[in-house]
């Protein structure tokens, strides 16, 4: 009934989310631990009561859009607003991909990228990142795909990637397109929000769901060039966003000052849970994110990933190659992953321990 490509692929998988009631630490999806601004529920209980819901919404929400053209000093149509900014992401590929195309990302990376290209039927070009998850600049540049994305800071190994690299790679694939997936940029010291301005092949997205902690409401920004923003106008549903969305993320914007107090609040938490995660024994990458890579090489984590499920934490395990010893764990409030600590430190102990025999047994083995 459908199309090979879509028969052929494995669907997306999405954490797990908890149903209602049920009581666990909630570290495997990037949420913020944190509530939205007050503003967010007064602005959404008055979209609901009016005359709003009976009529459809504003196509390009425009309320919305200008509170972000304040909050970024980007003129509104250098600015889309999204479904979540994976319903933009879809959009970008949607509006550059043929299939057959080619499509470049370093890896690991947003598995997202790949479901999407698979629904597009393009070729993608996937390429290592560097052992400390530096990008494979050249690499990507050369690979001269027609859509190529960096995600920065990079999920799920937490790690950014200087302004000097992405504009150098920018110019190189430009007329190309170059999508800078800052969904994380909040959590970090700098952002590259300067290059859309200055290259016309850039596009930058930024995610409403984890600085201002409303992932429920699927909110996601686009911003790049006046003649960017047109094609992709082209191929966006028109009433993508919903009332309530539009009003709730247009009030979480221009309350910006409170999702900058709780980004403060997890960078804090940040630091504790790295310095804890390191002493008991685990590599962990410098995060620029709201979440971190935690890895014991060699030592695959699927089982200690399940301990923490049955001591009712949850976490992010990727059965993957590049991912296998490794926890991508969310940064949640400061009692929750002394928790983790608290729980991670003997299965940890105990990982290194078993590994270790195994090690000595193949060893003799061979
Ligand atoms: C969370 C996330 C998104 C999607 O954000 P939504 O706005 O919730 O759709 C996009 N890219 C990356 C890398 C993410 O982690």
């Known amino acids: 009934m459908f199309r090979s490509a879509i028969e052929q692929m494995a669907p997306y998988l999405p954490g797990e989310q908890p149903r209602p009631g049920e009581r666990l630490i909630k570290l495997n999806t990037n949420e913020n631990p944190y509530p939205p601004s007050p503003r967010v529920r007064r602005a959404i209980v008055q979209a609901a009561a009016a ?11 425009d309320s919305l859009v ?103 790679l920018a110019r190189r694939l430009r ?22 301005r200055a290259l016309d092949n850039v596009v930058i997205l930024r995610t409403m769901s984890k600085s201002f902690s409303l992932a429920g409401m699927r909110l996601g920004l686009l911003l790049g060039s006046a003649p960017l923003v ?13 009332c309530l969305a539009q009003a709730a993320g247009a009030a979480a914007l221009n309350d910006a000052a409170w999702a900058l107090r709780n980004v403060e609040r997890v960078r804090r938490t940040r630091r504790m849970t ?38 009712g934490i949850l976490v992010r395990y990727f059965d993957t190659p590049l991912l296998y010893d490794c926890l991508r764990i969310t940064i949640g409030k400061p ?19 078993g590994s270790g025999t195994r090690r000595s047994r193949a060893r003799v083995h061979a």
Do not use: H
């Open 66 to 168: 200008a509170a972000a053209a304040r909050y970024y000093r980007l003129p509104g149509n250098m600015i889309v607003a999204g479904n979540g900014s994976d319903e933009l992401l879809s959009m970008l590929f949607r509006a550059s991909l043929d299939a057959g195309d080619v499509a470049a990302w370093a890896v690991p990376t947003y598995s997202l990228y790949d479901t999407l290209a698979a629904i597009a039927g393009a070729r993608v070009v996937r390429i290592e990142l560097g052992r400390d998850f530096s990008l494979p600049l050249q690499a990507l540049a050369r690979a001269r795909a027609r859509l190529t994305i960096v995600c920065n800071p990079n999920s799920p190994s937490g790690t950014l990637v200087g302004q000097e690299e992405l504009t150098e």
């Open 230 to 242: 047109d094609q992709l106008l082209k191929v966006k549903d028109s009433y993508n966003l919903n």
């Open 335 to 353: 009692a929750e992953m002394k928790i983790l600590l608290r729980e991670l430190a003997p299965l940890a102990a105990a990982a290194r321990a």
């Open 274 to 311: 790295e310095a804890g995660l390191r002493k008991i024994g685990f590599e962990v990458p410098p995060s620029a994110a709201n979440f971190v890579l935690a890895r014991l090489a060699g030592v695959k984590l699927e089982g200690m990933a399940a301990g923490l499920r049955r001591r």
């Open 175 to 196: 007329p190309r397109l170059l999508v800078i997936d800052e969904a994380y940029v909040d959590f970090a010291d700098r952002s590259s929000l300067r290059l859309v």
């Open 51 to 61: 005359e709003t819901l009976r009529l459809y919404p504003r196509p390009r929400a």
